[in-house]
T-cell receptor, first 116, second 114 residues
Framework: NAGVTQTPKFQVLKTGQSMTLQCAQD?????MYWYRQDPGMGLRLIYY???????DKGEVPNGYNVSRLNKREFSLRLESAAPSQTSVYFC???????????????FGDGTRLSIL | AQKVTQAQTEISVVEKEDVTLDCVYE???????LFWYKQPPSGELVFLIR??????QNEISGRYSWNFQKSTSSFNFTITASQVVDSAVYFC???????????FGTGTRLQVTL
């Protein structure tokens, strides 16, 4: 099925470890996004990539880096994990051309990340 | 700056009751898009509906209906004759005409019991 695929689905890390969350979409979307979801806070944007070759900070970028590897793939890296980064992470993609801004974002199933 | 407020943190209803989820938004843009997403207990985010700022028609889809009112900056979601399967967290989101990113509300958790 077409959609957004995130890996892994679950991960436990120790404080200070690093890891990369992978995301790929096969809908030929221009824009991709990384969110984190914490209880009572909705979804907060970490980083986004409006188009291939560009990345921009969202609301909560500290402690994260991203790479837009190609049009399909957008990875999120935690260089030195901290307990405050325990969260559920969602990747999303959408069309973003001027005449397509009304299109919804499509989300992956999420990555549940725990940092001890 | 954009903002979406979902003042209802949690709502509990008995099956077959009607329930309305409130969403109030703020933006200075004249062109914008509003969305509702559902997050069932399994955790995925499911797109339900979008509305453009220049289209104030209300919409009905089965037991779901949406009331968009620019005068009050609201985009409320009503479920008629609620069912247990409607139990989920519902998010309202806003995208402005010049941005590619969404601003989400904090969500409303709906619990429907028998």
């Amino acid at each position: 099925n077409a959609g957004v695929t995130q890996t892994p689905k679950f991960q436990v890390l120790k404080t200070g470890q690093s890891m990369t969350l992978q995301c790929a979409q096969d809908m030929n979307h221009n824009s991709m996004y990384w969110y984190r979801q914490d209880p009572g806070m909705g979804l907060r944007l970490i980083y986004y990539s409006a188009s291939e070759g560009t990345t921009d900070k969202g609301e909560v970028p500290n402690g994260y880096n991203v790479s837009r590897l190609n049009k399909r793939e957008f990875s999120l890296r935690l260089e030195s994990a901290a307990p405050s980064q325990t969260s559920v992470y969602f990747c999303a993609s959408s069309e973003s051309t001027t005449n397509r801004r009304n299109q919804p974002q499509h989300f992956g199933d999420g990555t549940r990340l725990s940092i001890l | 700056a954009q903002k979406v407020t979902q003042a209802q943190t949690e709502i509990s209803v008995v099956e077959k009751e009607d329930v309305t989820l409130d969403c109030v938004y703020e933006t200075r843009d004249t062109t914008y898009y509003l969305f509702w997403y559902k997050q069932p207990p399994s955790g995925e985010l499911v797109f339900l509906i979008r509305r453009n700022s220049f289209d104030e028609q209300n919409e009905i889809s089965g037991r779901y209906s949406w009331n968009f009112q620019k005068s009050t900056s609201s985009f409320n979601f009503t479920i008629t004759a609620s069912q247990v399967v409607d139990s989920a967290v519902y998010f309202c989101a806003l995208r402005t005409g010049t941005a590619s990113k969404l601003t989400f509300g904090t969500g409303t958790r709906l619990q429907v019991t028998l």
